[in-house]
Structure formats: C-alpha cells, structure tokens
C-alpha cells in the first residue's frame, strides 16, 4: 500500500507563492505516477498536474501551466508543487495521488492512491 501525506498548504495574497509537498512511503516509485488534483468546495476534483516518478516527466492542466512546477525529490520520496502567480480561484483543497503506470492519466478515478489533502486558501 502506498501512503501519501500532503503539507504545506496555507494562506497567500492573490499574485503570491506557495510550495506544497507530498510524502510518499510504501512500495518502490519506480513505476509509479505522481500527480496533484485539487478541490474546491462544491466542485468536481480536477487534475493539476503530474510526473513519472522514474524520469521525471511532466504534464499539466491548462488552467496552472505557466505558473505551477511540479517536481519530485527521490531521496526523500516527496513530490512538490511549486505554485506562483497565485489566484483566488486556485483556493482548493490539493491532493496528492499516485498510480502505476499512470502516465498520461488525468482522470480522478484513474489514481488508486490519495493523500487526506491540504488547504490553500488565496485572498484577493
């Protein structure tokens, strides 16, 4: 079983930055997609981006590419985000999932592993 931790989340002015981190432990990423999802109150969760554990491609959402990074630190099994150019309308809780052999999956029910979420809240 794969275990991801989400941290980082907070409170940032609309035009800041904010970095978000996953903690992942369990079996060896190798194979393994990483991808982060968020979720606003009352909407759909929705895919933001993602990265092949192994190489280290990425791909993203149109809505954040351009001002979001997400990246991967292997020694310490942790994904990051790294979210610049804030909006209020990035407010959402953000996910951390994972799936072997998901590259290229964008789809919530695509993922089989999840993290509890952390909040991000962006004031206007």
């Known amino acids: 079983q794969v275990q991801l931790v989400e941290s980082g989340g907070g409170l940032v002015q609309a035009g800041g930055s904010l970095r978000v981190s996953c903690a992942a432990s369990?079996?060896?990423?190798?194979?393994?997609?990483m991808a982060w999802f968020r979720q606003a109150p009352g909407k759909e969760r929705e895919f933001v981006a993602a990265i092949s554990w192994s190489v280290g491609n990425t791909y993203y959402a149109d809505s954040v590419k351009g001002r979001f990074t997400i990246s991967r630190e292997k020694v310490k099994n942790t994904v990051y985000l790294q979210m610049s150019s804030l909006k209020p309308e990035d407010t959402a809780v953000y996910y951390c999932?994972?799936?072997?052999?998901?590259?290229?999956?964008?789809?919530?029910?695509?993922?089989?592993?999840w993290g509890q979420g952390t909040q991000v809240t962006v004031s206007s």
């Open positions: 369990g079996p060896t990423l190798s194979a393994y997609t």
């Open positions: 999932a994972a799936e072997l052999a998901g590259w290229g999956k964008r789809g919530v029910h695509e993922y089989a592993y």
